[in-house]
């Protein structure tokens, strides 16, 4: 079966780091995206990698480790505005998007 | 601004009452998608239309239906709602051509209440 594993909340303080991270066990790769979700709202999307490494965007950057099904969502300077869960979702060999459950992110002050 | 729109954004309906959920877009985007997404559960994919191509999710319940009558509209057709279908309802679209890979833009979600 597909399965995306992502931790079900984290915790962090406004101003700090948090990474989160997801592992993917997929029939084929091609593509993972992260989309940030408020509750109640839309998913957003934030970041899209294909190539293993690491993608900037802002305080926001994105990493993937294809040979570990692995990547992670790394967000800095923390703000209030930045609790949202965030969803992890790759495209298998058949270009289906399986989404993770997503990661509840609470910001402290 | 070019975007995905649904209507209503939340719905409430009785057991058994059939129901439908309107989605459209001005993004021009040839793929459109519906989920339903349950409180902290991944969005669940119902089915899309690759143009007008309808593809139907093997595990899709017969009492959801789906038309599309022309590129900006897709609607979601619940014919006998029943409890368990309660959820956000999310349409989304993406343009995809040559690359297969493209986002997906969601719209703002109906949250169907089943009472």
């Known amino acids: 079966g597909q399965n995306i594993d992502q931790p079900t909340e984290m915790t962090a303080t406004e101003g700090a780091i948090v990474q989160i991270n997801c592992t993917y066990q997929t029939s084929g790769f091609n593509g993972l995206f992260w989309y940030q979700q408020h509750a109640g709202e839309a998913p957003t999307f934030l970041s899209y990698?294909?190539l293993d490494g690491l993608e900037e965007k802002g305080r926001f950057s994105s990493f993937l480790s294809r040979s570990k099904g692995y990547s992670y969502l790394l967000l800095k300077e923390l703000q209030m505005k930045d609790s949202a869960s965030y969803l992890c979702?790759?495209?298998?060999?058949?270009?289906?998007?399986?989404w993770g459950a997503g990661t509840k992110l609470i910001i402290k002050p | 601004d070019a975007m995905v729109i649904q209507n209503p954004r939340y719905q409430v309906t009785q057991f058994g009452k059939p129901v439908t959920l309107s989605c459209s877009q001005t993004l021009n985007h040839n793929v459109m998608y519906w989920y339903q997404q349950k409180s902290s559960q991944a969005p669940k994919l119902l089915f899309h239309y690759y143009d007008k191509d309808f593809n139907n999710e093997a595990d899709t319940p017969d009492n959801f239906q789906s038309r599309r009558p022309n590129t900006s509209f897709c609607f979601l057709d619940i014919r006998s709602p029943g409890l368990g279908d309660a959820a956000m309802y999310l349409c989304?679209?993406?343009?995809?051509?040559?690359?297969?890979?493209?986002?997906?833009?969601f719209g703002p979600g109906t949250r169907l209440t089943v009472l």
């Open positions: 989304a679209t993406s343009r995809v051509g040559r690359e297969l890979v493209n986002e997906q833009f």
């Open positions: 979702a790759v495209y298998d060999s058949n270009y289906q998007l399986i």
């Open positions: 990698n294909v």
